[in-house]
Structure formats: structure tokens, C-alpha cells
């Protein structure tokens, strides 16, 4: 039989509540016969939920909490003094080793800070970067820092390339994925002071496949398989990103229904255009992983319905099953002897 793989939900945080969370765990055991969930929060909400549906109830455990960190909240605060919330009593199960792994739509402060001081960094890591799958006209590129550290050194950004490659290889199925660096031009000589100081080191770095230079413009055409950047830079291209996907599906949809014969257009291309709008559909790509901690944390986005936490177990299992996080401490315990 196949190891279980215990996973927290924090049902609590996000701006809907725990309804979906419940719906996306409950579908979640339905899919994956060796999974496991604790879903901390409100007993007697989750419990009422849990209700309508019919599940395997000896892998769904309420863990009752009396707390929940709002987004509003100064995140480190927040996650010292509120011992009893969703969050921080989840994150205190995969510390503790009760869980291997942990998902959460709530605070990404707060997560990022619960992540550092209850989890803890693997050693030798500097830093730990959000990193987010992004759609491109080929598959998928992991695009980290997504937020996490908006200053960095040029040594955290070949860490954040190292990590990124092991995860592109262990979770994606890349071979030798190509790592580039957000930069302003192409020529080795182009960027601020942290991309030159950065790329020669990359260049020199043995455990990735530096390719150089990427434009923001090239980044949808899959030039890259893993994008390194501050997470300035990488909160700044995500959301821009999320923000131009939602306008240019506006404007087709305006588009479409504009007129009769617009109408007739698109009842003959919805076929293939909804095979299209799948790669944009951030729903079925997981979370954002919080790389190079001693245990695995996923945030996923604080409107996150069923999909996106069904998507986010997906990820933790397929994470979990290949070892990703004891691959990342590993290659950094060594380098750091």
C-alpha cells in the first residue's frame, strides 16, 4: 500500500471562507486513496459542511482552532501571538512531523512569516522564494521570487535558480531545465547592479542550465523554463500577468457577443478556444510553494474555490511522492559543509 501523505488545509484566511476549502479537501481524498487531510478551523462549520458528502471519514480530521490571522493583520504579529489560529496551529503540525504538508489561502504574510519562524529554513538556505507556475505558449515556467524577499543578494538569486531547477525536474518532469534571469536586454553587460552582479555567477553555477538573459515580453513564449528574479520584480510580472489574462479574456468575451455574427463566430470556435483558455486557468496549477524550508507550504489564492485546493493536494502529493524538499535540503546541507 502506498505512504499516506498527511496534509493540513487552513480553512480559515481567505476571502471565502471555509465552504470551498471543505469541498476541495472532500474531493481531494475521493481522488487520491493515499491522502490524508486535517482541516483546522471552525469544528462545528467544517463539521456542518462535511455533512453533505459522502468520504472516507477516517481521512478527513477536524483539528478545532478558536483563531483566524485577517489579511489586515501585521503578519508577524499576528503569527506570535495568535497561537490557537487556523494557520499557526497548522503549521505546528507539519513541524512537529504530524503532516508533510501544509496549504493555506490566507495572509501571504502571514504564511511567509508562520513559514520562517514556525517551520523553520533548511540549512544553508538563504532565503525562501514563493515560486509560481505561470502559463506560456509551451508548458508551464516556474517563475520564483514571487513576492517573498523583495531585496536580495546575488547569491540568494542563484539559490532560488538552484531550487527552482530541482523543482522543475523532481515535480514538472523537465530535464535540465533552462534557468534564466529577468533582466532589461539580452547582453550580458544590461541590467541593474543585482542582475550583473547575479548573472556571472549563474553562468559559473554547475547545478543549473543558465541561459542568460530573459525579457519580460518573452517570458509567454516559453523562452525559459525557470525565471529568476527579486520578488519585486517577480510580484510585479505575476501580477501583471494575472491582471492582462483577465482584460484580454474581457475583451473577447465583449468581443464575441458584440453581434450577430459574432455570436455565430463563437459557437463555432468555443470547442477550441476552451482547450486554449485551460493553459490560463490558474485553478488547475496549484499553489505558490514556499521552496527551501525544513517542511512543505503551499499558498494558494485567497479566492481560491474547490479546483484550486484540489489542485494544491495534487501538487503536495506529486511534491511529497519525489521527494522534492529533502532533494533542496540536501543540495544545500552539502554546500554548506
Do not use: W
Not at 487531510?37 to 469544528?43: C, H, V, Y
Not at 553587460?189 to 542582475?195: C, P
Request: glycine share 10%; hydrophobic share 40%.
Amino acid at each position: 500500500m502506498a505512504k499516506i501523505i498527511n496534509i493540513v488545509i487552513d480553512t480559515l484566511g481567505g476571502d471565502n471562507g471555509a465552504y470551498y476549502t471543505v469541498m476541495g479537501a472532500v474531493r481531494g481524498v475521493q481522488n487520491r486513496d493515499n491522502v490524508k487531510i486535517f482541516l483546522t478551523g471552525d469544528k462545528e462549520e467544517i463539521e456542518n459542511y462535511l455533512k453533505e458528502y459522502d468520504y472516507d471519514k477516517k481521512r478527513i480530521e477536524v483539528v478545532p482552532t478558536t483563531q483566524v490571522i485577517d489579511l489586515n493583520e501585521p503578519p508577524v504579529k499576528a503569527v506570535r501571538e495568535k497561537k490557537d489560529s487556523s494557520m499557526v496551529v497548522g503549521l505546528n503540525l507539519l513541524k512537529e512531523g504530524k503532516a508533510d504538508a501544509f496549504i493555506s489561502a490566507g495572509s501571504s504574510g502571514a504564511v511567509l512569516a508562520g513559514g520562517q519562524f514556525i517551520v523553520g529554513r533548511a540549512k544553508g538556505v538563504k532565503r525562501t522564494p514563493l515560486a509560481h507556475l505561470i502559463p506560456t505558449s509551451g508548458e508551464p515556467a516556474l517563475l520564483l521570487d514571487c513576492g517573498a524577499n523583495v531585496d536580495c543578494k546575488p547569491e540568494v538569486l542563484v539559490q532560488f535558480a538552484e531550487m527552482g531547477s530541482i523543482y522543475m525536474e523532481s515535480v514538472c518532469g523537465v530535464k535540465n531545465p533552462k534557468v534564466a534571469i529577468v533582466n532589461v536586454g539580452l547582453e550580458e553587460e544590461k541590467g541593474n547592479a543585482l542582475v550583473k552582479s547575479t548573472y556571472p555567477l549563474l553562468k559559473k553555477d554547475k547545478n543549473v542550465n543558465f541561459i542568460g538573459s530573459i525579457e519580460a515580453r518573452a517570458i509567454p513564449f516559453g523562452k525559459a523554463d525557470v525565471i529568476v528574479a527579486d520578488g519585486f520584480v517577480g510580484n510585479t510580472v505575476i501580477k501583471l500577468y494575472e491582471g492582462l489574462s483577465k482584460m484580454i479574456l474581457k475583451e473577447l468575451k465583449s468581443a464575441f457577443l458584440s453581434d450577430f455574427k459574432s455570436k455565430m463566430g463563437a459557437i463555432l470556435v468555443k470547442k477550441s478556444m476552451k482547450k486554449t483558455l485551460v493553459k490560463f486557468d490558474a485553478s488547475n496549477k496549484g499553489g505558490a510553494p514556499l521552496l527551501g524550508l525544513k517542511g512543505l507550504v503551499v499558498k494558494i489564492h485567497g479566492n481560491s474555490k474547490e479546483n484550486e485546493v484540489i489542485s494544491a493536494i495534487e501538487q503536495c502529493v506529486t511534491f511529497v511522492e519525489n521527494d522534492v524538499n529533502g532533494k533542496i535540503v540536501k543540495g544545500f546541507e552539502e554546500v554548506d559543509e
